[in-house]
Nanobody, 124 residues
């Protein structure tokens, strides 16, 4: 069974950093397209970054490139999102997702498997 469990969220002051983790089970990271998403209160879920299944290249939402970095560790079966210079508008529930039918990856919601999310709150 494919499972994804996020951790690492919390309360941080503006300008601070956080690293989110997503522990996966039931599949190998190399065999899936994987991504991070977030959903702020009252807003639609949006894609942050993803890693392609084909060549493991990373893609970012333009507005977040440079502050957020996606990475993965196959040996630890984990996906990470390093977030720098956090802003109050980054406050959201953050989700990881995975799909084995995507050759590349997408910042859309086409993924079959999702974690439950972890809350990130950035105070001003």
């Amino acid at each position: 069974e494919v499972q994804l469990v996020e951790s690492g969220g919390g309360l941080v002051q503006a300008g601070g950093s956080l690293r989110l983790s997503c522990a996966v089970s039931g599949f190998e990271l190399d065999d899936y397209a994987i991504g991070w998403f977030r959903q702020a209160p009252g807003k639609r879920r949006e894609g942050i970054a993803c890693i392609a299944r084909s060549d493991h290249s990373a893609f970012y939402r333009d507005s977040l490139r440079g502050r957020f970095t996606i990475s993965s560790d196959n040996a630890k079966k984990s996906l990470y999102l390093q977030m720098e210079n956090l802003k109050p508008e980054d406050t959201a529930v953050y989700f990881c997702a995975a799909d084995d039918s995507l050759l590349h990856c997408t910042l859309g919601e086409e993924y079959d498997h999702w974690g439950q999310g972890t809350q990130v709150t950035v105070s001003a």
